[in-house]
Nanobody, 118 residues
Framework: QVQLAESGGGLVQAGGSLRLSCASSGLTSSPYLMGWFRQAPGKEREFVASIRWSGGSPFYTDSVKGRFTISGDKAKNTVYLRMNSLKPEDTAIYYC???????????WGQGTQVTVSS
């Protein structure tokens, strides 16, 4: 059974930083992609960032470029999201996801709350 466990969320003031972690277990093969999504109150879930597990440049949504950094630790099967210069509009539940192939994300974590106060 595949499990994704997010951690690192919390309450931070605007301009602050947080690092989210997502530890995966139960995968029978290396993932194709690992990504982060977020869902703010009253809004749809949106893509934040992704990284191809085999290497290559990561992808970011425009609103986080230059502030967020996604990285992975293959030995720990863990993906991270370093978030700097946080803004109140970054407030959301952040979800980790794994894609076994290029077409869709197959597995999702339970989410971790990030709240940025002004």
């Amino acid at each position: 059974q595949v499990q994704l466990a997010e951690s690192g969320g919390g309450l931070v003031q605007a301009g602050g930083s947080l690092r989210l972690s997502c530890a995966s277990s139960g995968l029978t093969s290396s993932p194709y992609l690992m990504g982060w999504f977020r869902q703010a109150p009253g809004k749809e879930r949106e893509f934040v960032a992704s990284i191809r597990w085999s290497g290559g440049s990561p992808f970011y949504t425009d609103s986080v470029k230059g502030r967020f950094t996604i990285s992975g630790d293959k030995a720990k099967n863990t993906v991270y999201l370093r978030m700097n210069s946080l803004k109140p509009e970054d407030t959301a539940i952040y979800y980790c996801a794994v894609a076994s192939g290029p077409s869709r994300y197959d597995y999702w974590g339970q989410g971790t709350q990030v709240t940025v106060s002004s």
